[in-house]
């Protein structure tokens, strides 16, 4: 965590001062990218390949492509090791929707 702080003065001599914090994540690689809920997605952008893995949780896996058509569906569970695969997708951009418990997560998937 980086914090910055500023004093600014005017010409008549009133100042103010203001802070922030800013935190940076660690970078994981080009080649996967890991969600603040633990949601790991690999690689993107992809050739139409791509993993996904949860936390040991349940999880109901939709891919939409730009219109909102629903092209993949899939649940991640102790049976598939809550990993899955997903690929033949065609050149584009598509949304991954994650649905576990009472939180979702949506993630931009490029398809080159």
Excluded: H, M, W
């Amino acid at each position: 965590i980086f914090n910055y702080s500023v004093i600014g003065t005017s010409s008549l001599g009133c100042s103010a001062n203001a802070s922030v914090s800013v935190k940076i994540n660690a970078c994981v690689g080009i080649d996967s990218y890991v969600l603040n809920n633990g949601l790991r997605l690999y690689p993107n952008p992809n050739a139409g390949e791509f993993t996904v893995e949860v936390p040991q949780v349940p999880t109901q896996l939709f891919v939409y492509n730009l219109l909102g058509e629903e092209i993949i569906r899939a649940e991640l569970n102790a049976q598939n090791n809550f990993k899955t695969k997903i690929s033949s997708l065609s050149k584009g951009i598509y949304v991954l929707t994650c649905i576990a418990e009472q939180s979702q997560v949506s993630r931009k998937i490029i398809v080159e």
